[in-house]
């Protein structure tokens, strides 16, 4: 039987593990922000949210959107849309055999650029900062995804 | 060369991947369910969805939205927002060598708590049912994440 | 300590590394395609995107919702909701000791139904293209789904 603990004490599976749990964590904490906005902005969107308030209209008026909300659930499907390629071609790239010190530059740059973002959407920062976070974090995972092209490539 | 059988005899990973495929096929259930609601409540967002309804005004007042579909979508975003997470912590996670009985608590702990989540958006259920059942699978994600970060940290 | 280059020398992993990559660098071409419709459309959501359009009511006319950048962002949350559970069953599925021309055929027919769903929906053709193409991708993953129920499952 495979011994599973192969896979993690290889350093660039490690790595990749360390990285991409950080980044998941960051992530997770997006639905602790919205949530903070939801309840001090009082702006629900479901009616059984709002029923500690009160019935009728006195909760109905809480069932509304609001500017902090909404930016904050884009940077949080921002999140989505870029953490789940990193997730998986990252998994396939830290399988791939690169060297320890390139992975570990694509790790670190990917999920620095990922927290620069958040911070630039919430703050938030004038552009091109926002802008340049993402493309910096796209452009890893192009590159990541290239590598495991090279490597693996099998149509 | 590896046989790749290794990995799937361990019990661990056979635990993970018997419960990430089980929660995958949930999260997949909501396409359904939005799609049933589209249908029956006769709410569509493309035109090309309307066709078939006939041309011009009499197709275009089915373009619009309904609450229970609106309703559904969110808990199918909601869990992406949480099944991404548990995908790829709990891959790390199984790999990191947790002993067996541990790690069956997570992953039932998990699933059960984002089953009870979305029959909790979608009945509805009062409040604080769906919270919690959302707290509930946050935090053994966050407690998996501890581990790995224990087991495999490599900055 | 394990060789990774195990896992990534064996013919059906090598094949879900290939395919994996390639739908999920389709899905990363959605944010591109959203960009050029933002741009070209003039249609943003941040005021400071719109900064470099001016201040005040000269700019704000450019925070607005514009019908090609939302029929791309619903492609690309269908691309999320769909591909995020073919990378993890699919994952699982080739660990789980399929032969190589049927996990070949699987791997194929979804990454070809999303290429197919994307164009359905960004040209757009007339329904049922889209649908079908969705219902492919779907069906697949569930037979994947299947398979490694079949192989793994460890209640």
Not at 60 to 74: F, M, P, S, W
Request: hydrophobic share 50%; proline share 3%.
């Amino acid at each position: 039987m495979a011994k599973l603990t192969q896979l993690i004490d290889n350093e660039i599976f490690r790595a990749y593990a360390t990285y991409a749990t950080i980044v998941l964590l960051k992530m997770m904490l997006m639905s602790l922000i919205t949530a903070y906005f939801r309840i001090t902005r009082k702006a629900f969107v479901n009616p059984e949210d709002t029923a500690s308030f009160g019935k009728g209209e006195s909760a109905k008026k809480y069932l509304r959107t609001d500017a902090d909300v909404e930016r904050v659930r884009r940077g949080h499907l921002n999140d989505l849309e870029n953490i789940v390629p990193f997730l998986g071609i990252g998994l396939l790239y830290a399988l791939s055999g690169s060297d320890l010190s390139t992975a570990l530059l694509h790790f670190r740059i990917f999920v620095g650029a990922r927290i620069t973002h958040t911070l630039a959407y919430l703050i938030p920062l004038p552009q091109p900062a926002r802008g340049l976070s993402w493309v910096v974090g796209y452009a890893v995972t192009i590159s990541m995804a290239y590598k495991v092209l090279k490597t693996a490539l099998y149509l």
